[in-house]
């Protein structure tokens, strides 16, 4: 398992601006908001360029690579030890979008010996940097204030 993720920060400016967060699936987030959202993003493959590695992950999390002019925002360590690069991008998803997100099996109840389906993102919604600060994993918080520095 890559220590290494890569993600995509989506923005956009009408009518200011706001991130596009996705919301991890699964039982351990049901009850989780404040803090829980991420940028979509995802491991890093040996070998992989960083950005290919977002653009990879994006596709597979949420179904297109955005296009535009990717902006990159560094990186930054998560509480575990991961280390998450991340672009940014200014994209606007149609209003006829369907969010279909992929899955994952998992032993639910623990120890009960069943196996459950559950989506890897529950939910992606777009917030401005205000509500995105307080829903946001707090150590990508820097992310938002690295794309706020770039766009004003």
């Not at 987030?29 to 290919?52: Q, T």
């Not at 690579?65 to 990159?72: A, Q, S, T, V």
């Not at 069943?114 to 529950?122: G, L, V």
Request: some cysteine; overall charge negative.
């Amino acid at each position: 398992m890559s220590n290494k993720s890569a993600g995509i920060l989506l923005f956009k400016r009408k009518p200011h601006l706001h991130v596009l967060l996705a919301h991890p699936g699964g039982p351990y987030w049901w009850d989780k908001d404040e803090g829980a959202w991420s940028i979509p993003k995802g491991e890093v493959e040996e070998n992989e360029e960083l950005l290919e590695a977002a653009k990879r992950e994006f596709d597979e999390e949420l179904g297109f690579i955005p296009d535009g002019d990717y902006i990159e925002l560094g990186s930054i360590q998560q509480k575990g030890g991961k280390t998450v690069h991340g672009w940014a991008v200014e994209y606007q998803i149609p209003d006829d979008f369907i969010f279909v997100p992929n899955e994952f099996e998992l032993e639910w109840p623990p120890e009960s010996g069943q196996k459950e389906t559950f989506p890897e993102i529950d939910r992606i919604e777009y917030f401005g940097l205000f509500e995105a600060r307080k829903k946001i994993n707090t150590k990508q918080r820097t992310f938002l204030n690295r794309l706020l520095d770039k766009c004003t």
